[in-house]
């Protein structure tokens, strides 16, 4: 799931209209590539809190099942915002910490 989360960038998790916002947050960030990519790891950390409860009461296989076919069909504009905010506060904690993201 990560491999697809990272290389699509959730464009097969999120419809179009919630892809080009979060796309546009992307592109806002700043930091060119770097900040991008940086950013899009931690909406991915998001995304995976978003569900953390429900995930560790899952055993492998539904968890895998899971994050391939997340419950977002019926995202709106307000989902997006919460999770594009969520990974705002995630980087804000963590960016710049020793030995993150390696």
Known sequence: FAFRWMNCLLMRELSLDCVVRVWDTYL???GGAQGFSAFHTYVCAAFLLRWSRE???MDFQEIMV???RPPTAAWT???VE???SEAYVIKCLY???PSHLR
């Open 95 to 97: 960016d710049g910490s």
């Open 66 to 68: 899971f994050l391939q």
């Open 28 to 30: 806002a960030e700043g």
């Open 55 to 57: 995930l560790r009461a």
């Open 77 to 79: 504009d307000r989902d």
């Open 82 to 84: 919460l999770l594009l």
